[in-house]
């Protein structure tokens, strides 16, 4: 009697599956590890710059890395003491105004009763706009807790920037891979390295938008919601959103409603004006992400890495969707990440020099 044989292609998809489950679960097993590594990694992709324009000219890798090294902490030691405090009382009166948020909504319901629109308390209870302000509470304390660990980061980023002139050269002599692939490599690392680049000057600028835009309109800790802004617009498409809610919110209970209306303006025109016209200049074609993408590993990063992986989320989806572009076997996965249609096969892409390009064999 013949019996049935496995398909072997079944058995394969099992095994990455259970492969891949146990990765997950040792990832976040290990995050309090894991975070801070990473946080080096980004820190290190977007000091490679300097570093590299410093290496030309000729300055001594040591001495490059402590000038770097030196302006990071000089940073951290202007802004972490002013934006430290505020984020301390924040969080001490986020229980206040989480009761004035849900008090405003029960005034909006039973408003809206007066004009026969009814909400049943049971929407009441699920919906609570108090919740955001929590979130933000969240992040700020993880981010807060993973800075504990300022000197694990900072020696990880020296090391790392130590090791990066000679580490695809290692790669190289040590699996003896064909120079496309050492080439495809290196194209990976350059446009990570353009994209954090890109992205967080958006973000800076956008943090600074925010802040000298409610510091002119007079809504309390203006600083603390431009560091939010900053952070949150890492996350493309909907972070913006997620940054803007809170604050709107704050502005209404604290100050009043035409001081919420004018809070609203500005975050729609630095919204509009850095992340839909000046980022999409900058990234070029290839650099971006689909909403439910975003989405997605949002959730998904969030739920491994903690608080601070939300703000990974998209830095971490983009590094995976710009090497699997790199290479012709798993590109079909890049456009599916991408937020745009391919072009035809037929035609033939448009020359330029965006960093989502791929390399030519």
């Known amino acids: 009697m013949d019996f049935p044989r496995d398909d072997p292609g079944r058995s394969n998809l099992l095994v990455i599956g259970a492969s891949f489950v146990i990765i997950i679960a040792g990832m976040k097993a290990a995050s309090g590890i894991i975070v801070p590594f990473l946080l080096s990694f980004f820190i290190a992709v977007m000091c490679g710059g300097p570093f590299t324009w410093m290496q030309k000219k000729r300055v001594p890798p040591f001495l490059a890395v402590s000038i770097i090294v030196i302006c990071i902490i000089a940073v951290l030691l202007a802004v972490g003491a002013y934006i430290g405090a505020s984020v301390n009382d924040f969080l001490q ?19 809206l009763r007066g004009f026969g629109i009814h909400i049943s308390q049971r929407v009441v209870d699920y919906f609570d706009p108090a919740s955001i302000m929590q979130i933000i509470a969240n992040i700020l304390s993880g981010l807060g807790g993973v800075l504990t ?8 980023v ?8 000679t580490f ?19 194209f990976v690392f350059l446009c990570v390295g353009k994209y954090l680049a890109i992205k967080t000057w958006m973000s800076l600028a956008t943090g600074i938008s925010v802040m000298l835009w409610l510091m002119a309109i007079g809504v309390n800790y203006p600083v603390l919601w431009g560091l939010v802004a900053f952070l949150l617009h890492y996350i493309p498409n909907i972070g913006s959103l997620i940054a803007a809610i809170p604050a709107i919110l ?8 035409g001081t919420a209306l004018l809070a609203t303006v500005g975050y729609a025109l630095v919204n509009l004006i850095f992340g839909n016209i000046l980022e999409p200049i900058f990234m070029g074609r290839g650099l971006s992400l689909s909403t439910l993408v975003v989405f997605v590993s949002l959730i998904f990063w ?19 969707k710009i090497a699997f572009e790199g290479f012709p076997s798993t590109r079909w996965v890049a456009i599916l990440l991408d937020s745009e249609v391919p072009l035809p096969l037929d035609m033939p892409p448009a020359k330029t020099d965006a960093p989502g390009t791929a390399p030519r064999r």
């Open 302 to 320: 969030g739920w491994v890495l903690g608080p601070v992986g939300m703000l990974l989320s998209a830095p971490l989806t983009m590094i995976f």
């Open 149 to 156: 660990n300022t000197f694990l980061i900072l020696f990880t």
């Open 93 to 111: 009166e986020i229980p206040q105004y989480q009761v004035r948020i849900q008090d405003e909504f029960i005034n909006l319901t039973i408003w």
């Open 168 to 186: 695809l050269s290692k790669i190289k002599a040590a699996f003896r891979i064909s120079p496309y692939t050492v080439e495809t490599f290196d």
């Open 250 to 257: 704050f502005a209404l209970v604290d100050s009043s409603l």
């Open 158 to 165: 020296v090391f790392i920037l130590l090791e990066s002139s």
